[in-house]
């Protein structure tokens, strides 16, 4: 999906909790140091009942966590943003592997669209003949290392058809 309406904090702790819930992606110390971090900055979000309720050694980690993310979710789109917070604070590599981060954003779309319609209007208007678009050649020729290995593919074949055109 390359566009994406606005997604609130609930729907991406949703949308992130089944990946966040498998085995070995979250230890005990992490979700501890998350909840102690909501209990402590933010106790309106986790009173220090609640947190000693989901810091529970004889609930499994599963459950736990589980019944964390359902109670921030019923708190509210704020208690979600800042578990957000918690987790980029204390393991961001974890954060930044959420699959609601994946999702590319408009404008990568509108930055691939811009590249397509450049070399697109370079290919329309190119003329053997003329010494203008020499420079553009050029730039076009060295595309391929910045653009993905099928377009690249495409843009060399055009670069050697109209080398052995000359």
């Keep these: 999906m390359l566009f994406r309406k606005y997604q609130s904090y609930c729907d991406r702790l949703q949308q992130d909790m089944a990946f966040l819930t498998s085995n070995g992606r979250l230890s005990e110390q992490l979700v501890d140091k998350i909840i102690l971090q909501l209990n402590r900055v933010y106790p309106q979000i ?40 918690a987790l980029q604070i204390n393991a961001e590599q974890l954060y930044n592997n ?8 408009p404008t990568f779309f509108l930055a691939c669209f811009s590249v397509a319609a450049g070399l697109a209007f370079i290919m329309y208007y190119y003329n053997p003949e003329s010494k203008i678009l020499g420079g553009a050649r050029r730039v076009l020729g060295f595309s391929p290392i910045i653009i993905r290995r099928h377009v690249a ?5 055009y670069m050697e058809d109209s080398a052995r055109e000359q």
């Design 46 to 85: 986790l009173t220090n009942k609640e947190a000693e309720k989901f810091r529970n050694p004889k609930a499994s980690l599963h459950n736990r966590l589980s019944s964390l993310i359902a109670y921030l979710q019923k708190k509210g789109d704020k208690s979600c943003q800042e578990f957000y917070r």
């Design 98 to 105: 959420l699959p609601s981060r994946k999702i590319l954003s």
């Design 153 to 157: 593919n495409i843009c060399m074949l």
